[in-house]
């Protein structure tokens, strides 16, 4: 499976984005996707996880009721909308793919990645 990651930019505080991974490959195969993120000199975490089918959905507490994971309708590809952005939300944005029915939130547990893509959030 191959993931490329979009849809990064700079916003201001209190804006919103949307970020894109698109799968290739082999997506036939049951897959779950994760949305971690990295800041400059700090640890990737994890932000938000969605299973296969899209019914179930996992987020960090720091994104729960600004961030929404979903699916498109061919389920190749899954969004991460971004809403009330925090200049703390600043960092490299990774997706991850995993073959597993289960919301891993450590970036240990995703077999494939894509690129990261940045987000900026201004002050």
């Known amino acids: 499976v191959q993931l490329q990651a979009s849809g990064g930019g700079l916003v201001q505080a209190g804006g919103s984005l949307r970020l894109s991974c698109a799968a290739s490959?082999?997506?036939?195969?049951?897959?779950?996707v994760g949305w971690f993120r990295q800041a400059p000199g700090k640890e990737r975490e994890f932000v938000a996880a969605?299973?296969?089918?899209?019914?179930?959905?996992n987020y960090a507490d720091s994104v729960k009721g600004r961030f929404t994971v979903s699916r498109g309708n061919a389920r190749s590809t899954v969004y991460l909308h971004m809403n009330n952005l925090k200049p703390e939300d600043t960092a490299v944005y990774y997706c991850?793919?995993?073959?597993?029915?289960?919301?891993?939130?450590?970036?240990?547990?995703?077999?494939?990645w894509g690129q990261g893509t940045e987000v900026t959030v201004s002050s």
């Open positions: 991850g793919a995993i073959r597993s029915f289960t919301l891993a939130t450590t970036s240990e547990s995703y077999t494939y």
């Open positions: 490959g082999r997506t036939h195969t049951d897959y779950a």
């Open positions: 969605i299973s296969w089918f899209g019914g179930n959905t």
